[in-house]
């Protein structure tokens, strides 16, 4: 359901989005035919390999691989929604990406393809020797091989979690897992390894040089290090929960994890450095993978999509993570975008080919924007608690209303009709002098608002309160349910729509409200259409449903995350935005 806190939220904006020159810009995909495509995400990465510093992948969440070419970050097309978390490859033409639900996708040169089929667990990691010889390890001792033709499966001899794989040669293979499970293949059988730990720990990542050269690393601090003869542990000095190791060579070593602190109320990062003879420290960052071709070009990609660099001397960043939460968006076209979210600063800006950050003009300690719409691109208005702001073409600033109260819908018909609606039945409008308080004659919280024109106007909210507004008055309208109603749109006064709690969608056909069917009971968010036969709503779970005049029918593995604010342009253009910083984009036929 949606985020109904009217307390305010002070927090640091965390990420700049795509801002146009920095090196956080990340190229979206253009689909050859009409489909949903991510615009902008942060999505935690969990897995990054390449053949040089300027052919470099990272794989993460729903579905998400990134490329990077030496000068630019792009997203590549998938068509999985699976979470990614491990990849290898054999070279630039043949590169293998694993994830949940027993996820293999391969990538030949030009495009990535499902191959999954071998198994439904979920996998952890991947690596091989050869594009004939490739190994995948995961859950309940999941290891599927792959020859060249086929994957089968093969018996690991346990029902541990298997985390981590790596190999000198196809019959030297090493693989680790919860219960400090190591196994050893030798090219024919897979075979427990034992160790000195005193107790059972969750290993996470193995990697080495050569077979008597091998590293092992877990929860609370744990190196394990193989030297041909026995596992050995090794004190790094971090109680560290380490997710992962990667080395150049021998003597140059990284390991990665986070350590809990305050009982279970965060993390600190830390990233430790092995010479050869002692650990140091190395810096930190969230990070759950490393790589690179060289030990002054090392990627490392972690929580909220943020990926570092790191040059032999310093790590920078190369893509910051962790956005925020994407709560609406609204347009004056295709090319003139504006999407608000939970951080105080929190308005980007879409020209048609880049977002920016747009500073809201509440400093650091204003709240999360709710809502946001506008009579042009130099006269937007949006919602953020106690506050509204207002855009003029040039710069945000905060609007002196008069009125007490905390916003959550802004519409209108034109910038001298403006509506506000919010918290205890209010509602507030601006006739181009003054704002002016309305008596609304409820005191349910509102949500959402739309106007066919400045005399037909509908307001929705808490427990089924549907109002209207005749140019005189506000009334209340028999709605039919007590569900928490989100959102309001309609193509004339007789024919509006109305979505909520629990798969709601309500239509007016100019006498009544009727409930329709949407086929979901995910709690529904927003609502957008250019016709009555051209309408999109978007919920939790990443819920979109069409209509199409008859029926409501559901887009298919677009996303898993909660959809938050949806709005198109004329033309066909249709944005939809959401949590981690989640922007979809529709593109008409």
Same mark, same amino acid.
């Given at each position: 359901?949606?985020?109904?806190?009217?307390?305010?939220?002070?927090?640091?904006?965390?990420?700049?989005?795509?801002?146009?020159?920095?090196?956080?810009?990340?190229?979206?995909?253009?689909?050859?035919?009409?489909?949903?495509?991510?615009?902008?995400?942060?999505?935690?990465?969990?897995?990054?390999?390449?053949?040089?510093?300027?052919?470099?992948?990272?794989?993460?969440?729903?579905?998400?691989?990134?490329?990077?070419?030496?000068?630019?970050?792009?997203?590549?097309?998938?068509?999985?929604?699976?979470?990614?978390?491990?990849?290898?490859?054999?070279?630039?033409?043949?590169?293998?990406? %694993?994830?949940?639900?027993?996820?293999? $996708?391969?990538?030949?040169?030009?495009?990535?393809?499902?191959?999954?089929?071998?198994?439904?667990?979920?996998?952890?990691?991947?690596?091989?020797?050869?594009?004939?010889? %490739?190994?995948?390890?995961?859950?309940?001792?999941?290891?599927?091989?792959?020859?060249?033709?086929?994957?089968?499966? =093969?018996?690991?001899?346990?029902?541990?979690?298997?985390?981590?794989?790596?190999?000198?040669?196809?019959?030297?293979?090493?693989?680790?897992?919860?219960?400090?499970?190591? $196994?050893?293949?030798?090219?024919?059988?897979?075979?427990?390894?034992?160790?000195?730990?005193?107790?059972?720990?969750?290993?996470?990542?193995?990697?080495?040089?050569?077979?008597?050269?091998?590293?092992?690393?877990?929860?609370?601090?744990?190196?394990?290090?193989?030297?041909?003869?026995?596992?050995?542990? =090794?004190?790094?000095?971090?109680?560290?929960?380490?997710?992962?190791?990667?080395?150049?060579?021998?003597?140059?070593?990284?390991?990665?994890?986070?350590?809990?602190?305050?009982?279970?109320?965060?993390?600190?990062?830390?990233?430790?450095?092995?010479?050869?003879?002692?650990?140091?420290?190395?810096?930190?960052?969230?990070?759950?993978?490393?790589?690179?071709?060289?030990?002054?070009?090392?990627?490392?990609?972690?929580?909220?999509?943020?990926?570092?660099?790191?040059?032999?001397?310093?790590?920078?960043? =190369?893509?910051?993570?962790?956005g925020p939460y994407l709560n609406g968006v609204w347009g004056s076209s295709r090319n003139d975008v504006f999407v608000v979210g939970q951080d105080p600063n929190a308005i980007f800006h879409y020209n048609g080919n880049l977002w920016s950050n747009m500073p809201s003009g509440q400093g650091q300690y204003g709240v999360e924007i709710r809502g946001v719409w506008g009579s042009s691109g130099s006269d937007v208005f949006a919602t953020a608690g106690v506050s509204v702001l207002h855009y003029d073409g040039i710069s945000w600033g905060v609007l002196n209303t008069g009125a007490s109260g905390f916003w959550i819908g802004v519409g209108g018909s034109s910038g001298n009709d403006v509506f506000l609606v919010g918290d205890v039945g209010r509602i507030l409008h601006y006739d181009g002098a003054a704002w002016n308080t309305m008596n609304s004659g409820t005191s349910e919280n509102l949500n959402g608002i739309w106007g066919n024109s400045r005399n037909d106007v509908f307001a929705v909210g808490s427990r089924g309160t549907i109002l209207h507004y005749n140019g005189i008055a506000w009334s209340s309208m028999s709605s039919g349910t007590d569900s928490w109603l989100e959102g309001v749109w309609g193509s004339s006064g007789s024919d509006v729509f109305v979505v909520g709690g629990e798969g709601t969608i309500l239509h007016y056909n100019g006498t009544s409200w009727s409930r329709m069917s949407s086929g979901t009971a995910m709690w529904l968010n927003g609502i957008w259409g250019d016709s009555g036969e051209n309408a999109f709503v978007v919920g939790t779970g990443g819920t979109i449903l069409h209509f199409d005049g008859t029926n409501w029918i559901p887009a298919i593995n677009v996303t898993r995350q909660n959809l938050w604010g949806i709005w198109g342009s004329s033309d066909g253009d249709v944005f939809a935005v959401g949590d981690h910083q989640l922007t979809l984009h529709f593109t008409p036929p």
């Open positions: 359901m949606r985020r109904h806190t009217f307390v305010p939220q002070f927090l640091p904006v965390l990420c700049l989005l795509l801002v146009p020159g920095c090196s956080d810009e990340i190229v979206k995909p253009r689909p050859a035919t009409p489909a949903w495509i991510v615009e902008n995400a942060t999505f935690t990465l969990r897995g990054v390999w390449g053949t040089s510093g300027s052919n470099v992948f990272a794989v993460g969440d729903e579905g998400t691989i990134l490329h990077y070419n030496a000068n630019t970050w792009s997203r590549l097309a998938t068509g999985s929604i699976a979470n990614l978390t491990g990849i290898w490859g054999s070279s630039g033409r043949s590169v293998f990406a %694993v994830g949940t639900e027993g996820t293999i $996708l391969h990538y030949n040169g030009s495009a990535w393809n499902d191959v999954s089929g071998v198994t439904s667990a979920t996998l952890l990691g991947v690596w091989g020797c050869s594009t004939r010889d %490739v190994f995948a390890v995961g859950a309940e001792g999941t290891i599927v091989h792959y020859d060249g033709t086929a994957w089968s499966t =093969m018996n690991s001899g346990t029902s541990a979690n298997l985390r981590g794989i790596w190999g000198s040669s196809r019959n030297d293979v090493f693989a680790v897992g919860d219960s400090s499970t190591v $196994l050893h293949y030798d090219g024919i059988t897979w075979s427990s390894m034992s160790s000195d730990l005193a107790s059972p720990i969750s290993l996470q990542g193995v990697w080495g040089t050569f077979g008597s050269d091998v590293f092992a690393v877990g929860d609370k601090g744990t190196v394990l290090h193989y030297d041909g003869i026995a596992l050995r542990t =090794m004190n790094i000095g971090t109680s560290a929960n380490l997710r992962g190791i990667w080395g150049s060579s021998a003597s140059d070593v990284f390991t990665f994890g986070l350590v809990p602190y305050g009982g279970n109320y965060g993390y600190y990062s830390v990233i430790r450095h092995y010479d050869g003879n002692s650990w140091g420290d190395l810096g930190n960052g969230a990070l759950f993978a490393l790589w690179g071709p060289a030990r002054n070009d090392v990627f490392g990609v972690g929580a909220g999509g943020t990926i570092l660099h790191y040059d032999g001397t310093t790590w920078a960043t =190369m893509v910051s993570g962790n």
